[in-house]
């Protein structure tokens, strides 16, 4: 099996699910086609969007979840054995433990409340989430992808961590998203450059720009000694 981007528990998932379905890869119908929607550098430049058609059954299936052509290969996967599943009259295994550890995250919250006095007159406590992290931590090895990881995502807003291992954009293409985009280059180096101009602009650490939604632009190269990582805030 293809060796996913995911966790090996859930590669070993769904290779025994797949098995235990007889939903073998030769069976399997596959596509990649260009996303749409809310986009970014990886819209119109890549084939993320992963389209899949299971011959014995006719299911077919389209994700474009994730950014990462690899990642929604495994996704289109795990949707596929869903329905393979409830068309053969099982009940999902994995609707099965979500709900069970719903329920039993329900119970431990009921208890809390009831041990510590926060549940009060049908009111419970509210709770603050505070989410920290390293913008420099869990930097994957190099691979044929750009990694993109969305940290925030709210509204009409995303916030996402890039990261180039040698990546640019493809010749005779541009990138023309429909969102504005704030970018700030945090470590290795890029030139980038926008339609209508003779030189590209070279970034470092600690530059920053402003792309305006539609100006049309490429990533001529980034630093080839070093992965190249970037923040960028999509908005409209």
């Known amino acids: 099996m293809t060796n996913f981007p ?12 797949m098995e235990a379905l007889k939903i073998d890869e030769k069976d399997i119908e596959e596509k990649f086609v260009r996303s749409s929607g809310a986009g970014g550098q990886k819209v ?7 389209y899949l058609r299971h011959v014995p059954t006719g299911i077919e299936v389209k994700c474009m979840e994730e950014r990462s052509q690899s990642l929604n290969r495994f996704l289109a996967r795990r949707e596929l054995v869903k329905r393979v599943e409830r068309l053969s009259g099982q009940e999902a295994l994995e609707d099965v433990k979500v709900e069970r550890r719903r329920r039993q995250k329900a ?18 406590p509210k709770r603050t989430i505070v989410k920290h992290g390293n913008l420099f931590s869990n930097i994957p090895d190099s691979g044929p992808d750009e990694v ?3 940290l925030l995502r709210t509204g009409d807003v995303n916030l996402e961590r890039i990261i180039s291992s040698r990546h640019a954009t493809p010749s005779g293409q541009w ?3 429909d969102t504005n985009e704030w970018v700030i280059l945090l470590a290795g180096s890029a030139g980038i450059i926008f339609k209508g101009e003779e030189a590209a602009s070279i970034l470092r650490p600690g530059d920053y720009l402003h792309i305006p939604a539609h100006c049309r632009h490429r990533v001529e190269w980034t630093d080839p000694d070093q992965k190249t990582v970037w923040l960028a805030l999509h908005y409209r």
């Open 6 to 17: 995911v966790s090996d528990e859930k590669r070993r998932w769904l290779k025994e699910r």
């Open 44 to 50: 119109n430049k890549t084939s993320s969007c992963v």
């Open 107 to 124: 119970k431990r919250k009921k208890r809390a409340r009831m041990k510590y006095g926060g549940e009060k007159n049908g009111s419970s």
């Open 148 to 150: 993109f990881e969305t």
């Open 175 to 177: 990138c023309d998203q």
